[in-house]
């Protein structure tokens, strides 16, 4: 399991993204703090893999804990969450090398993206001593899908496309719903099914029609 450190001081927040995280497979909640001083105290005892890091706390910045942590040469990732949309602040932020970045409020959607794009990285670098430039990209660029994100219809996303596609290749060629989709990701079923309909016309996926004795038809769907 990867273990998370969450560093929030809104506890309404802090709830949220530790039922987030709960949610989303592989992850595993540390600790969470509200303050600096006792995320240092924790981390000193044992380090995260990850950090989920505010920005704004009382009478502290996540920025300075942030150079901290690079000052201290930590092999710790963080993934910054803040209110803050300023690009100032956001490319600070990339320059001292965190992962990603959060705007609140977001959606669990989006979180989990992060974190499965975070995990994908994180178990290559740990599994493989060496990689080739194309493994790199994929990495790189969170996908391995070839279309780039002028190539989706309007509306999709490309980290959800992906998030999608990797669970229906984990299913290989056995019949599913989207409503099968939806629980097992933690994404909205009339979402889940926008995206099987744009597979579907890239004849990635099938689409065939149930009939029962009452009510309506149902949809399944299997990969091509």
């Not at 201290?72 to 965190?98: C, H, P």
């Amino acid at each position: 399991m990867i273990e998370v450190m969450i560093i929030e001081d809104d506890p309404m927040v802090m709830e949220i993204n530790s039922k987030f995280l709960k949610r989303t497979e592989g992850f595993d909640l540390y600790k969470s703090v509200s303050n600096l001083e006792d995320a240092k105290k924790f981390i000193s005892i044992k380090k995260p893999d990850l950090i989920l890091l505010d920005v704004y706390l009382p009478r502290e910045n996540g920025i300075d804990f942030l150079k901290w942590i690079r000052s201290q040469e930590m092999d710790i990732d963080i993934i910054l969450i803040t209110a803050d949309k300023s690009i100032e602040r956001i490319q600070e932020a990339f320059r001292y090398g965190v992962i990603d970045y959060l705007i609140k409020p977001f959606s669990f959607e989006r979180f989990k993206e992060s974190l499965i794009q975070f995990k994908g990285r994180y178990y290559k670098f740990k599994k493989d001593g060496v990689i080739e430039q194309k493994d790199l990209d994929k990495l790189i660029s969170s996908s391995n899908i070839s279309q780039n994100e002028d190539d989706f219809a309007k509306g999709l996303n490309k980290y959800t496309y992906k998030s999608i596609w990797d669970e229906i290749e984990k299913r290989n060629y056995e019949d599913f719903t989207a409503e099968e989709l939806a629980e097992k990701l933690g994404i909205a079923r009339v979402t889940v099914r926008r995206y099987l309909e744009h597979m579907e016309k890239e004849n990635k996926v099938d689409k065939l029609i149930e009939y029962g004795r009452i009510g309506r038809p149902q949809h399944k769907y299997h990969k091509i």
